[in-house]
């Protein structure tokens, strides 16, 4: 499964905590984790500081302290978690689905579910209000769309046309009926 995934298995870039402006990036990779910094300062001392690199393989990192620590203090506890599993290799496979794939196992989902879903990150959250997702959720729930029942969605969103209830809908056809049987007429 490990030769399925991507050669970069996760990249962050960020400024030091204030007063500093110094630039940092952690990359973790299938084999080594890479800790990139440039210091960026008025004062005369630093000006000639070069930028600076640590790599170190997945098994190095996880007994180098010294390095989480400087991790930690640039991108927080919770990333050095993230990066500690991975190096454990504790991967997040779900996370790294293509969105085709995941939008196909959210329509399955319960409503209740896609709710809670969407809170969990905000690839999810987008995932879950996308307009892709709700189109294949009416076509799972209704029996037949029709073209003009298409045309209004694409008006008012997929979302906005499943949680409309079905009295409300007619409704609006009718309107979308009349107002393009109008523009028709005023053509001719």
């Not at 990192?61 to 919770?78: P, T």
């Not at 969105?99 to 969990?120: K, P």
Request: net charge neutral; hydrophobic share 40%; charged share 25%.
């Amino acid at each position: 499964m490990a030769s399925l995934l991507p050669e970069t298995l996760f990249e962050i870039v960020g400024q030091a905590p204030a007063p500093s402006k110094d630039y940092y990036q952690l990359l973790v990779t299938r084999s080594q984790v890479t800790f990139r910094w440039w210091k960026i300062s008025l004062r005369s001392e630093y000006r000639s500081t070069k930028p600076g690199e640590i790599k170190e393989t997945h098994e190095d990192f996880l007994e180098n302290s010294h390095l989480q620590v400087q991790i930690a203090v640039v991108f927080g506890a919770k990333i050095v978690e993230y990066v500690f599993n991975l190096c454990e290799g504790k991967l997040d496979f779900l996370e790294r689905l293509s969105d085709n794939l995941l939008l196909r196992i959210i329509s399955y989902l319960d409503l209740e579910d896609v709710a809670r879903l969407s809170q969990t990150s905000r690839r999810f959250a987008k995932l879950c209000m996308s307009d892709k997702l709700w189109e294949q959720i009416v076509h799972l729930a209704c029996d037949n769309v029709t073209p003009d029942m298409r045309a209004l969605a694409e008006d008012i969103g997929w979302r906005q046309m499943f949680f409309t209830n079905k009295l409300q809908l007619q409704r609006q056809l009718r309107k979308r009926k009349q107002k393009h049987g109008n523009q028709i007429e005023e053509q001719l």
